[in-house]
């Protein structure tokens, strides 16, 4: 296969900078336009910031010198946003009106009706709305979204369940790394010895964007699933990966502790979005230690984009209860737009 | 008012360390023994361990010598018991029926029908059960214990509103501090950059403690309330302060933000409980900036005794959602006992 | 004594913020006026900034409407000054033209030839320059300064040395708390599970700065110190607390372990700075624990004013070798401008 | 080349997880036994203890039952030692006597006058001393040991300025990181908001250790190297990878910075220990940016075998400062051992 050129929005950020790092020797992809603010433009990559991620920064980007987030600049036939939302919401659909797949992580146009809101492995099917969104917008590219960070590793369990016995009511309960603050973020003097418990905007997400993604799309329309979530989040001292305890309520006869276990070990993504690059594998890795899961030692499970669940228990005043981890740059951002690039791509969509 | 001698059980632990730093100058009562384990039988209190306060070691404690948590050794009127569960169930009724007043932190004793589980500020009615106690067991002492840690300020900020609106369900996260698993209690290398999803039995604690709390002393015996918890309890890297995430239904037409505001703020200790020497000042301190209870922040608030409330507002599964926190050594656990101790003082029934 | 008005400028930052705690219920300031940016310019103290001390704010404080840091808007008779450096160093010689004594923490005018740089308890007589500045500069106020936060506890502790051995060689390696670089200050994906090994301009400035405090007031000139220093200075993820390593070599006859600490622990400092409301009491706290002194449980020794040495030993390579304790934001900067401001009143400087 | 069979002594506590994870996929090793202590005797490694490295746990490891530390339980032709040094005295010359070779992370015999005190890359020729060791001891096996962890990195960068310009005296201040003291280890009471001033045993080690390594095997015996060390030691909030400040005096004329930098990043090992399959590449990796290396960062470089070296600058009271960083369990321990261990087969020695 020939090699997709694309290119990274918001490349200099925590997101940007995992996009650039999940792209290194990518098999299908090859980044040929690094964007980023005024600030950095002009500048080569690796002058423009200071990279924060473990892994070194990859070579092919560190002579590449930064361009302007506009149409012109930074041409490519697929486009990853790592943009802030305002920015977002002006400029993605100039990148899909001049032809180009913009792969979002931003939150702007997750809510828009014509525009997928995509887990792979979760609604797969959902990416047909493109066709919609299309011929809406005259658009010859297109914009797909990926969920808030929380909610990617919640939802893709609650999939799993949702299909095998319905879920009904959900409660959730984040514990948020700093990472999903981006770079410089959270203060280190608000986060020693303390726990913030609130992250602006993002309980209302977390209550809206699993019910979009779990819903059913029917003659070009997405037919929100009939879930009601509440959710807390608080942000911790863990630099990478979202810890959320969650108890579920089923529609029906509940399920024992042992039948959930089966069911969520046994979850697949459905062909076609199953064997794709940045396919998770496993989907969802089950513990079944008293302690697990636990950010610094599970979120690299399947290179980050596998969900790992844990602590299946009974839960006294719904169903069963849990805990779901997911890496939140990873699964819950650039790797999630990443996957959703491949399912356009195998999709025939591009 | 003459001085009332008092010794600490389990006096070099994490919990022993706080009794003897928060008696230091107490108006009513006077240190006399401080009782540990054989390791430390027979050193000064100031060699015998390593001392993890911020607060210095009270000069009065550093030069007495430990003694065993023996009867004999540990003669006084009250017993502050810090000891482990497992010790404290051996140990504890010997100092009872040698005619002194236990106040225990430890969890043993309970859930025992006849032993009030105590917050003054809550339930200083309970106290009345150490005469049935007294009778039934012929111990001329008694044992009154306080509620695990977590169960402490969630059970404060509960009776408040089921004294108001009358509370059916809670949802409960906690996210709890590292002094609440003894010294040296967790490895640095499990909880840097990482969450620990799981403290062993303590989520059971947290869905019953509150219930005996909260029930009615009916003929000599406890009527547990109505209301059914779930609880998930987490720890996180801070040193001190359990916050807790909680969510409520009420029983009958719910009500709104303001209200519940309103009823937090205003809630008072019956008379009898509201002025003693560890009396919370206030009983709940409300916050309503988006971003708090933070632990660093608000740990500290009325002395570590007050609970503190933030983050109230709509839960769009329940009625009302909150953040709860609460200084776990102080309020829930040391400061505890010996309010517990002020109100058998107070009441009579030395 | 009548109280006499201050101001703080600069009031709102990490630094202003411990003036306005330190300076509650002060026996001799009253704040009548607390200034800073045009941000804050207007709003009430209490909504203008996130209060980020464990300690709570003053009610004193709350309600005071902030004002701009003009000559005009802070009239007082003392200013205590928590500006940026190149702010300071416009600002303040407007203040001390228009008569006001200006306190500073500012680095801006420490190494000025006819400005004190001052430890009270260290070099309480080079107070005396700011009558040759007052001549110099046609002022009827002045500028007084305090030195940065790594070299206050590292000065003191060589001061003892000095007068009683003769210093001449001083290597110091800091590790040093996050409060020193004010709020936000360091982001927390910088200094979790993470050291950052240096810090801007500060090793400079510990090799200079103590040698002005540690020299001689001579005829309206200090002759700086004839010691040489050697520092690297880390910053690492401790709240509040520098922790300097040291090495020293003498000018004479090396002394042995015992002769250190017993000079460190007798060490006074001079009538007329031993008695004010900051003197550090005591002013060098000897601990003599392998393990000791720790930033989380030392640094409020003696309300935060004394510097606190330990594991004094012998150095292979110089003579002695210590580790330094002292807390940055008090004793290292808003503490010691307090303190350098009684001086001045109590030398009848005003 | 056929597989050589090895052993892992001590194979559950934190280095020996290090070794275990190292060993994977080895191209000259495979592991055939896991020996530890009788606690875990029986187990599978998987069951025995907790895992605690972010990598998880290989496959090949996971259902290896636990065998003692006993020569015949542990027959191997190279045993790994991670066991703690009171119990590596006594064990390890019954394996070097038993004619395997002992490639140990233990201090017990790094001061004996035959054995080797090994970083290939430094002093690869001190392996011929294992012959004298066979002499001197009968035996048919051997022991070889790698210095302690703050040794290693700040050895390497030794080595390079030493031969180029001479090296006399060295100050060095470590910033420890949590896994050098195992598992559990440091509490979390004591690291979280604090440094500890001290490690025991560790700045004796630090002032002799690398005098051995880089010393001259001459005639059978090792002449420590003329240089004088100053260490001081203390603990911080790091998982993985020491930072060492370290100021030089040179011999001669002192190099300028620009000479250190070219000599630093110019180094290599001598032929025979430079192209192994755990060679560090590079062996010394310079960083000039002001605020490297950091342990977060840079600690994996060269798969954690590199030496890191920043902030090269002058110094004001010797010549030459500089941080050096270098991974604590791999390059200071299980890496260090597994690299000791090919250069005995490189050699012939096995």
Redesign the interface.
């Known amino acids: 296969m020939p090699q997709i050129p694309v290119a990274v929005l918001g490349a200099t950020g925590?997101v940007g900078q995992r996009f650039v790092s999940l792209l290194e020797g990518h098999p299908w992809f090859k980044v040929i336009a690094l964007a980023a603010s005024d600030r950095s433009v002009g500048q080569k990559y690796s002058q423009a910031m200071?990279?924060?991620l473990?892994e070194?920064m990859p070579d092919y980007a560190k002579d590449m010198v930064v361009v302007p987030a506009t149409v012109e600049a930074a041409q490519a036939r697929i486009v990853f946003s790592a943009l802030h939302s305002e920015i977002a919401k002006e400029l993605e659909p100039q990148f899909a009106k001049a032809g180009m797949a913009v792969c979002s992580n931003a939150s702007s146009f997750r809510q828009a009706a014509d525009v997928p809101l995509l887990l792979p492995e979760v609604n797969a099917d959902h990416i047909q709305l493109v066709k919609t969104q299309r011929t809406n917008r005259s658009w010859s590219g297109c914009i797909v979204t990926n969920p808030n960070c929380t909610s990617a590793g919640l939802t893709v369990a609650l999939k799993a369940l949702n299909d095998a016995f319905g879920v009904k009511?959900?409660?959730a309960?984040s514990?948020q790394a700093?990472?999903g603050a981006g770079?410089?973020?959270?203060?280190?003097?608000?986060?020693?010895?303390?726990?913030?418990?609130?992250i602006?905007g993002e309980e209302e997400k977390v209550?809206l964007e699993p019910r979009k993604m779990l819903g059913k799309l029917n003659e070009n329309k997405i037919e929100f699933a009939d879930i009601?979530?509440?959710a807390?989040t608080?942000r911790?001292?863990?630099?990478d990966g979202h810890?959320v305890?969650a108890?579920v309520e089923f529609a029906t006869l509940p399920p024992d502790v042992q039948s959930v276990l089966q069911t969520l070990s046994a979850y697949q993504a459905s062909a076609g979005a199953d064997e794709l690059p940045s396919s998770p594998r496993p989907v969802i890795h089950v513990r079944e230690e008293?302690?697990?899961?636990?950010?610094?030692?599970d979120r690299?499970?399947g290179k980050g984009m596998s969900t790992v669940v844990?602590?299946v228990r009974e839960?006294?005043?719904?169903h069963i209860?849990f805990?779901v981890l997911s890496h939140n740059t990873i699964r819950g951002a650039a790797g999630g737009s990443i996957y959703n690039a491949e399912l356009l791509v195998n999709e025939g969509l591009l």
Chains 1, 2, 3, 4 share one sequence.
């Open positions: 925590s200071r990279w924060i473990n070194p009511k959900v409660f309960v514990l700093l990472s770079y410089p973020g959270v203060s280190s003097m608000d986060i020693l010895d303390n726990v913030i418990p609130n602006n209550e009601k979530f509440s807390h608080n911790v001292a863990v630099l810890t305890c108890s008293a302690d697990r899961p636990q950010p610094r030692l690299l499970t844990g602590r839960d006294p005043l719904f209860k805990v």
